[in-house]
């Protein structure tokens, strides 16, 4: 079973930079394609960004299109969000997902493994 890990959220000002990290313990992500997503208080949870299993193929939202980067580096296990030109209205709790297939997605119902979150706060 993957336990995933989330890491570097904070608090920031609008315009500024995050770069989360997603790391993967228990199990090879090397086959699995990724997602990140975010909740923030009162909504439902959405999607972000999503890439593939080697990387060749990203997906985001059209909110995020533009400023946010999905990479990863399967030798290291790890899954990364560069958050650039943050807006206050990107504040939520971000959450990396692993989902039982190779291709990259938008449906939430397809992602089976969930890390706990990690705050990213945007102030205007």
């Known amino acids: 079973q993957a336990q995933l890990v989330e890491s570097g959220g904070g608090l920031v000002q609008a315009g500024g930079s995050l770069r989360l990290s997603c790391a993967a313990s228990g199990r090879t992500l090397r086959s699995y394609g990724m997602g990140w997503f975010r909740q923030a208080p009162g909504k439902e949870r959405e999607f972000v960004a999503t890439?593939?299993?080697?990387?060749?193929?990203?997906y985001y939202a059209d909110s995020v299109k533009g400023r946010f980067t999905i990479s990863r580096d399967n030798a290291k296990n790890t899954v990364y969000l560069q958050m650039n030109s943050l807006k206050p209205e990107d504040t939520a709790v971000y959450y990396c997902a692993a989902r039982l297939g190779s291709d990259y997605s938008t449906a939430v119902t397809t992602y089976f493994y969930w890390g706990q979150g990690t705050q990213v706060t945007v102030s205007s």
């Open positions: 890439i593939n299993w080697n990387g060749d193929m990203t």
